[in-house]
């Protein structure tokens, strides 16, 4: 059923049917680039042993390109994620299609791989407004008395980020949650700080959306439920969080 839903999601999100490039395993999948023709998702049925299980059963997986090596290291250790199995496990990764992991889980990791994997030209051109949750040190710096003085604060330069980007900001211990949705209105602005915990080469501006209880998005709640493990530096937000943080 899974397996079916990942034709189905790839179909219905960017018009692409899988086709079979193997003449000798007829049964391998291939989802590529309409222009760049490249890869971003691979359906094979492996045998457990294979994939370093305890079983003989044939599983149905599908691997995936993650370009973030920290994301990547991060998922392998997750149940029914491991290091690809027969490509570059330095980039790639396997996802079992046996209901270890969630749907939507594989569903936003599919999309990972096909912008990870997009042409440079299509990445410019498709790029839309994105969200990111991005850590706030309590040690270093108020964010919180920040923003009961303004709506409006300045911020660190994250790599990649836009302006109209979404930010959810994490705030650090002893809070360790998601405290503040944020929207990007500036970004560049030239700042020149450095000590011996933090260089700011530039900043963005960030306007106050929104606050969370900080028993709604708690570091436990985002392990537990929505597999984030660390929260170091600007990362994406997967699909479901971003569904229950914008309920």
Sequence with gaps: MLEQGVFDHIREQYGIEADYPFEKYPEIASFRHKDNKKWFGLIMHVSGVKLGLDTTSVISVI?????????????????????????????????????????????????????????????????????WIIPSNPKYYDVIKAFEEADEIDWKQGAGIRSGDIIYLYVGAPVSAILYKCRVTETNIPYNYQDRNLTIKALMKIKLLKRYDKNSFTFKVLNDEYGIFAVRGPRGVPFSLSEALNQ
């Design 63 to 131: 691997n995936l390109k993650i370009d973030d090596p920290v994301f990547r290291e991060i998922l392998i250790e997750q149940p029914g994620i491991i290091p690809a199995y027969h490509m570059n496990k330095r980039q790639w990764i396997t996802v079992f299609l046996d209901g270890t992991v969630q749907k939507e889980r594989v569903f936003d990791l599919i999309d990972a791989s096909f912008a990870a994997t997009a042409s440079a030209k299509k990445k410019t051109k498709e790029r839309g407004i994105k969200e």
